[in-house]
């Protein structure tokens, strides 16, 4: 003890105030000793006045990031031209570093950070403070109040997402494109940001992720990664959050410790954005090299134009349109044969399967047993990646595709496919991919370069400047899941009734793809049901976008013709029954080919002819056009009733003809057999090539000999037969389908005199005579109620004008010569001049009958 206070008689005094003296360097002999309770108490003070410090900086810096960010947002907001927002660094310049108050290190840091993204002219600020809630430093938790938004700025930003400030479901089309949507959040993509030690500032790694059998390639994982060069610290790219992975991390792979591509929300959406990228990149170059196969091969052989004849040589109908096995309006990139690529490169149809797997294994799954905080709360700018993308038009190519052939040679892909819908639906922010109307750019070579040069896109327009959207991609995936039905029913009568084994693979492997393409179109039903969605177009139009007008939407939604098109898709093919029991089997008593189906009632159609039609008429269930339906008799696949509408603007307007039709044991070898119905009971020739007997007269059905290329064969198909039907005998001046009549003359006395007979009598037959109670139960009654409910209006004024124009058609009576001619002038060979007209009253009776059957059909609807 007394050697204690020797030594503290000989350190310095605390009131000397020498410089000297207070630098000199302690010597040996000057030791200082301090009983423990003055060193705890000193110890105390100094963390309690550190904590204090670093609580109040913390407090600062909040308040300043929240500051910080609600002036970028609202001056986001509010600048009226959406150029100004696609500016490399928005809300940053020059005077702006220049007001900073540099009162302290940190302050003097963050202006550094600013100038450095300049030089490099990227984006330094965050789009939110959940990403990162200091440009100098990474903070573990963000802060726990957000910014303030006013709002005005926070509808737009609510419209910007996409959704509302109501729980309502939106099914409105987007105002804004998706450029313009993602400008909140292209920050967390193209920003640079400092190290969490040093301060300096770490620049994004470049590369372009390759499609290995991989989710997360070591591309990819390289991309995920940013490397301080000073300290040589790894941080995760999208939180900056410190990892102790290598600077030559390939991942999990060759790293079992490496979690970097689970870390957090924001890295999943930079992993998403980098496989999307090398996905439009791989698109591109796809199209480029099929375009120029596709003009070597034109080079190289003569395109054979071939038309359809009328006159002389009857009226045909070419084999080289739609077939079954090739999609309708699709690119067929897909479907080029590898052999025909460079040795080497990747098959298209692996990159998309690889594809598709990868962006199925980023996409949130919430309802999974391991759901991560990235699956819960994801980063709200998945969406609009997908959308900017070239996904959505890659899937609708998939999706339009009408071959099931296609379906079950590329299966794998088909079920990637599905799994990436299915995972799409799984989440809010994506599922608007599937049900919201999708925009096209004119021209946009990848996203990554998008996001890079930060350019306005231009997208599709229509003559008046307003931007037009395709249909969403849901309303494809629900004709798919129409034609895997009618695939479903007739695969389940082939599997029973046909012994061989020859094609049973291919019917099993095509039943499996049916099955899971309805599985996914049920379960994406049920997210759409859950999250409160409603799919935001039809199927068959596009939709212009301007500003909202609910009376224009109101006009939309009620447009005959947009719901007569999808009442027609709801109605186009069924199997039914079309025979009633009997002791002895089936019998098909309103069929004109019961004969041949009870000849060949114990004959064995070969299972690839089998297969083709099954195929075939999957096909037809969402090829038809508007007005043609199709009902298949669910025991034999082979017999068909086919209704036709009449085209407007001719003789056969609103009327509807009915066909029976029969696919002979020989086919697709031999053409289908075809019989017209509608003749009034045998009285009426409605067309040079529609016998009132019933006959057909086509020379794609062997009725006819026409060209050689207009005959049938084996690629043909029965779709092409009744698309011939509608569109080249029910015509506009079905009196020069007769040969030796010339072409075609609308003016001359001959065809009007003609095409007035076949006015009356498309009233009469094809109009008057389906409004009647024997039909309410029948098999047509859900296609005559749609048909004449939808245009009654139409039809009727119709009616009305063909009375008016021609006094002729008034002639309403029983007795009427099937081959009266009515007009001017001497009748043409074949008909007879007749005098037998009635007064104007009896045409009155039409249009009454018209009205009286409509009140008929409304009653269906009541009964």
């Keep these: 003890m007394p050697s204690t206070s020797r030594k503290r008689r000989q350190s310095p005094k605390p009131s000397d105030s020498s410089p000297s003296k207070r630098r000199r360097k302690p010597q040996a002999e000057d030791i200082i000793v301090i009983s423990d309770s003055d060193s705890d108490d000193i110890q105390i003070q100094n963390e309690v006045e550190d904590k204090e410090l670093q609580d109040l900086l913390d407090q600062i810096k909040a308040q300043e990031e929240n500051e910080r960010y609600a002036r970028e947002l609202q001056k986001q907001f509010d600048l009226e031209d959406l150029e100004e927002q696609a500016s490399p660094i928005p809300g940053t310049s020059a005077k702006v570093s220049e007001s900073i108050d540099l009162e302290d290190d940190a302050v003097f840091a963050r202006s550094l950070a600013k100038k450095w993204s300049a030089e490099e002219d990227v984006i330094s600020i965050r789009s939110s403070p959940e990403i990162c809630n200091s440009d100098l430093e990474y903070v573990d938790e963000p802060p726990a109040k957000q910014p303030i938004v006013s709002s005005k700025g926070k509808k737009r930003a609510e419209q910007s997402e996409g959704t509302s400030s109501t729980a309502a479901p939106r099914s409105e089309a987007p105002l804004i494109p998706p450029d313009e949507s ?41 991309l995920l990664h940013v490397t301080c060069r000073s300290c040589k610290i790894v941080h995760c790219r999208g939180c900056f959050k410190p990892h102790a992975c290598p600077i030559t991390c390939k991942g999990a792979s060759e790293n079992p410790d ?49 038309a359809a004849s009328v006159g002389p040589g009857g009226t045909g109908y070419a084999t080289g349109s739609t077939g079954v096995g090739g999609g309708r309006g699709g690119r067929q990139g897909p479907n080029t044969p590898a052999s025909s690529r460079r040795k080497g490169s990747l098959d298209w149809q692996d990159v998309l399967i690889r594809a598709f797997e990868m962006l199925a294994a980023f996409l949130p799954a ?60 799984d989440s809010e922010l994506t599922i608007q991919c599937l049900i919201a109307p999708r925009w096209e750019a004119n021209q946009l070579d990848g996203l990554g370069d998008w996001m890079r040069s930060g350019h306005k896109i231009a997208w599709d327009q229509n003559d008046e400047g307003k931007p037009v959207v395709q249909p969403p991609l849901y309303t494809h995936f629900r004709k798919l899941t129409l034609q895997s039905e009618a695939f479903l029913k007739g695969a389940e009568q082939m599997l029973a009734n046909d012994a061989s084994e020859s094609a049973v693979w291919d019917v099993l492997q095509g039943t499996s793809l049916a099955g899971d393409i309805i599985v996914a179109r049920d379960d994406l039903e049920r997210a759409i049901s859950v999250l409160g969605k409603t799919v935001s177009a039809g199927p068959q139009h596009t939709q212009s976008i301007s500003k909202p007008d609910k009376g224009k939407a109101r006009a939309a939604s009620s447009d005959p013709d947009t719901l007569y098109q999808e009442a027609c898709e709801k109605l186009a093919l069924k199997y039914i029954s079309l025979a009633s029991e009997r002791s002895g089997g089936l019998l098909y008593a309103n069929f004109n080919y019961a004969a041949n189906l009870k000849e060949t009632e114990n004959a064995m159609r070969q299972s690839k ?174 296609v005559i109620a749609s048909h004449f409910m939808i245009h009654r209006v139409k039809i009727r004024q119709q009616i009305v004008d063909w009375i008016a124009s021609v006094p002729e058609i008034c002639a309403y009576t029983a007795d009427v010569h099937p081959h009266a001619y009515y007009g001017p002038g001497p009748a043409a060979p074949g008909y007879r001049t007749t005098n037998h007209l009635h007064n104007r009253t009896a045409g009155r009776n039409l249009l009454d009958d018209f009205d009286k059957g409509m009140k008929l059909i409304e009653s269906w609807k009541t009964a």
Excluded at 195 to 206: D, V
């Design 258 to 306: 490496c979690t970097i591509h689970t870390c957090c929300p924001e890295i999943r959406a930079i992993a998403l954005f980098h496989i999307l990228d090398a996905f439009d990149t791989c698109s591109s170059q796809e199209k480029a090299s099929f375009e120029s196969r596709t003009q070597a091969l034109m080079k190289k052989n003569t395109v054979r134009k071939s």
């Design 366 to 425: 919430p309802y999974s047993d391991d759901a991560r905080e990235y699956d819960l709360l994801p980063h709200p700018s998945l969406g609009h990646l997908i959308a900017l993308s070239q996904l959505p038009s890659i899937l609708a190519d998939l999706l339009r595709n009408d071959s099931v052939s296609d379906w079950i040679a590329q299966k794998d892909m088909y079920n990637a496919m599905l799994i990436l819908l299915r995972r799409m639906a």
């Design 182 to 222: 993602f400008l909140p959040y292209r920050a967390l993509f193209v920003a640079v940001n400092p190290c969490s030690k040093c301060n300096k500032r770490m620049n994004i790694p470049k590369g372009l992720v390759s499609f290995v059998d991989s989710v997360c390639p070591p591309g990819l994982t390289h």
């Design 609 to 782: 002819d089998h297969l083709r039609m099954v195929k075939e008429l999957a096909v037809t269930a969402t090829s038809l056009p508007a007005g043609i339906w199709v009902r298949v008799d669910e025991v034999r696949n082979d017999a068909m009733k086919i209704m036709i509408a009449g085209p407007a603007g001719t003789p056969y307007a609103g009327g509807l003809f009915e066909f029976d039709c029969f696919l002979p044991i020989e086919y697709p070898n031999k053409p289908p057999h075809m019989h017209l119905r509608t003749t009034g009971g045998g009285s009426v020739r409605f067309n040079p090539n529609l016998y009132n007997c019933g006959k057909v007269c086509l020379s794609l059905l062997g009725t006819w000999p026409g060209r050689p290329e207009e005959q049938w064969t084996s690629k043909s198909t029965l779709l092409q037969v009744l698309v011939s039907i509608q569109s080249m005998i029910l015509v506009e001046a079905p009196y020069f389908n007769e040969p030796g009549h010339g072409p075609v003359r609308p003016n001359h006395a001959a065809s009007i005199g003609y095409n007035r007979n076949i006015c009356k009598q498309t009233i009469r037959w094809a109009i008057v005579d389906w409004l009647k109670t024997e039909h309410q139960n029948g098999i047509w009654r859900d």
